[in-house]
């Protein structure tokens, strides 16, 4: 590597030391801090079970004793910062693998944190896809399977008998597919590889390779061609594309570095010009691009870390995340909607300008309709829903679109009360994407908190069986004998809704759908068997289907419930608004604010007056209007 004049440096020695101490100075924290509700996710969707059947069910497989102790490690992400701990020091022992597996020399060790940084994306790139497609004990899977690439390969290199070495390549090989899957059949390939590199006999470098090569086509052939055995891809339309990138880029950086590298400078002091600027511009393209990926999952951190708030009941930092997503989406909206505008000022035609406005909307930012259903959950909480409900944008959702919740929701339907629904979501998700610690736990409650011991006795007998939920499971086991501290300890939730049969059967995972039938459209009963928070959830879901009869038949109930003394300013909103539209006259006979009368005009001035498109008054409107339950009712066409 690189020629020319050659310099005397006191910092190669130590080159290879301070990576390895940058790399656990910037990743720990990182993991540990900023990512550590992600963190946390990936252990709460992980299992392991001390258990035979278990062993047997996971194990016993090409690449199942991958998987089996990456979910033995996978228990440790319970808690954040030991799971990032155990992490980063793996992808330190990776990192110095690297160096010594592939022979990278003093000066050019920045490409020994390459395979590193692909085995952060591999991790990080899941993202939403955690839930969504329902992977398990994964954190771990892919640097698992590349240090047992590495150890194949450092484990030929220490063999000089060449005899002796192919037959430990093929014995390594297969043994390698057994245990850790397709990570077995490149290492094989990486130990030919590394020998045609060094060995100057062409029949030698012919045979390595042809023993690999018998390695790699011949054993997933008798094992049902799985090349991919170990490789945690799951075929959903085509997130598998995306999320079979990091690994291809491993291995094909992995068999570059076997192919071209030859060995180390044999002087260790020995430094070339360029290679520190080689060295800082690879090491500036890595971090750029795990930033990038970090940015892209922006999304599932903030739905993560709402999550994990919601079950602290720590409310108020549920709705202060999503405050934080939309500062940062409304000026991502602005600077493209800006750019739009100076793009079509001079277009001319009505026509053709809200034809750009309108791909504009069609990529407009807003929060997802998970972040808005846990702010919605959050306010209800609260009880300050008819005052913050539309204080910030709901989360759109196209007609043509629309998303599965899949892993939150037993969360979201037990935190509504809605037992039965909850009960009937946990099965579901636990037979469908198997089981994990999330599911066990959701299922178990569900169950007990419909009534169904015997259901939840079978939950709590498997997680007895697991280190990080075991003593969980004898808390919740001690409710059979003691239901009045069962009626104490979940009072908040039990008191949300009236005791009603909710019966849920859906296969289209449509959660906020469910919750309006409960609590606006379908589901209204009279006032004096409803509690105030199930009132006001009443209230808050009629608004948000723009259903007026619903809204009037909950606001009566409202009035009769919480008896409040003043009616709050989203409630009076909708109530102005929807008796101007009917014509009725209904808000003349109620408190409604000056400031609503006034607001009110303004925005029908505004709309009436405006020139332009209605893409275009769409956008402008919101800067004035954006906070009204009027923006509300008129511009955005989702149902949450």
């Excluded at 030919?192 to 023993?211: E, G, P, T, Y």
Aim: glycine share 6%.
């Amino acid at each position: 590597m690189g020629r020319g004049k050659i310099i005397k440096s006191g910092y190669v020695r130590y080159e290879r030391l301070f990576l390895a101490v940058l790399l656990f100075v910037v990743l720990f924290p990182v993991l540990a801090f900023v990512f550590r509700d992600v963190v946390a996710r990936f252990g709460e969707l992980s299992l392991f079970i001390f258990d035979r059947s278990y062993f047997e069910e996971v194990a016993l497989k090409p690449g199942g004793f991958l998987e089996y102790i990456s979910a033995f490690l996978s228990q440790i992400l319970y808690v954040p910062w030991l799971g990032s701990l155990v992490a980063v020091l793996l992808w330190e022992v990776v990192y110095w693998l690297v160096i010594k597996a592939f022979d990278i020399p003093r000066g050019y060790s920045v490409f020994g944190l390459v395979p590193v940084a692909l085995l952060l994306l591999t991790v990080m790139g899941y993202g939403d896809k955690v839930n969504v497609l329902l992977y398990r004990n994964v954190f771990y899977t892919a640097t698992l399977g590349f240090l047992s690439s590495l150890a194949i390969v450092l484990c030929c290199k220490k063999i000089r008998s060449f005899a002796l070495k192919m037959a430990s390549l093929s014995a390594l090989g297969v043994a390698g597919y057994l245990l850790f899957g397709a990570y077995g059949l490149l290492g094989a390939a990486l130990a030919a590889l590394c020998q045609l590199s060094h060995d100057r006999s062409a029949v030698k470098a012919l045979v390595a390779l042809a023993v690999a090569a018998a390695v790699i086509v011949l054993l997933p052939l008798a094992f049902g061609r799985d090349w991919l055995a170990g490789v945690p891809i799951t075929e959903f339309y085509n997130y598998d594309k995306v999320n079979v990138l990091p690994y291809a880029l491993l291995a094909a950086f992995s068999l570059m570095y076997a192919l071209l590298l030859r060995g180390g400078s044999r002087q260790e002091d020995e430094y070339r010009p360029g290679s520190m600027t080689l060295s800082l511009a690879m090491l500036i393209s890595l971090a750029v691009l795990c930033n990038l990926q970090w940015k892209a999952d922006a999304d599932y951190r903030a739905e993560s870390s709402m999550y994990r708030a919601l079950e602290r009941q720590d409310y108020r930092k549920v709705v202060s995340l999503y405050d934080r997503v939309v500062k940062r989406e409304d000026a991502a909206n602005a600077r493209s909607y800006s750019k739009l505008m100076d793009k079509v000022r001079n277009l001319g035609g009505d026509e053709r300008r809200d034809l750009y406005a309108q791909y504009y909307f069609e990529t407009y930012q807003r929060p997802s309709r998970l972040m808005s259903e846990f702010r919605m959950l959050a306010l209800a909480y609260m009880g300050e829903s008819g005052s913050q409900l539309f204080s910030a944008p709901q989360g759109l959702v196209s007609e043509k679109y629309t998303p599965f919740v899949s892993q939150y929701g037993p969360t979201i339907y037990r935190l509504w009360g809605l037992f039965n629904s909850s009960y009937v979501w946990s099965t579901a998700t636990s037979i469908h994407g198997g089981w994990s610690y999330y599911d066990l736990k959701e299922a178990a409650l569900a169950m007990l908190l419909a009534g169904n011991e015997k259901a939840a006795a079978k939950y709590l007998d498997i997680l007895d069986k697991t280190l990080v939920c075991s003593k969980w499971a004898e808390k919740i086991r001690g409710y059979f004998s003691n239901p009045q501290q069962l009626q104490l300890d979940f009072a908040q939730c039990l008191q949300l809704v009236v005791p009603r049969d909710d019966q849920f059967y859906s296969e289209d995972g449509q959660i906020e759908l469910k919750i309006m039938e409960h609590f606006a459209l379908f589901e209204q009963p009279d006032a004096f068997v409803q509690t105030p928070i199930y009132s006001e959830c009443s209230v808050m879901w009629a608004m948000l289907s723009k259903d007026p009869g619903a809204f009037w038949k909950a606001l009566d109930n409202y009035y009769g419930v919480n008896m409040p003394e003043k009616l709050p300013r989203y409630y009076q909103q909708a109530a102005f608004l929807f008796s101007v539209l009917s014509g009725d006259g209904i808000a003349a006979n109620l408190p409604i604010d000056e400031e609503v009368y006034r607001l009110y005009d303004s925005f029908e001035t505004y709309m009436t007056t405006h020139q332009g498109t209605v893409n275009e008054l769409r956008q402008e409107s919101y800067k004035r209007f954006g906070k009204t339950y009027f923006y509300f009712y008129f511009f955005v066409d989702n149902f949450i």
